[in-house]
Structures are given as C-alpha cells and as structure tokens.
C-alpha cells in the first residue's frame, strides 16, 4: 500500500481503520464501495 497524496510506502494504522503516512503526516481512510460486475451479452 501507498499514500494516495504522497505514494510513500510508510503507513501505520490509526484509530478507526484510518491510516497516517508517516512521511506527509496525513491520516486518511480506504473506503470499499463494491464490485462492478460486467454485463454479459448475448
């Protein structure tokens, strides 16, 4: 995993599921929204 601000690879965990990048002091979340699934045609 990296940070999505800086792509440092130094992510520890916070509170919450939240992640800091130890290197732009950012804290931010990763949220999961689901899978898109594609259309079959026929």
Known sequence: ????YCADED???EDDGAWLCTSCRRVFTVTFIGLRIP????
């Open 1 to 4: 995993m990296h940070c999505p």
């Open 11 to 13: 992510l520890r965990p």
């Open 39 to 42: 259309e079959v045609k026929r």
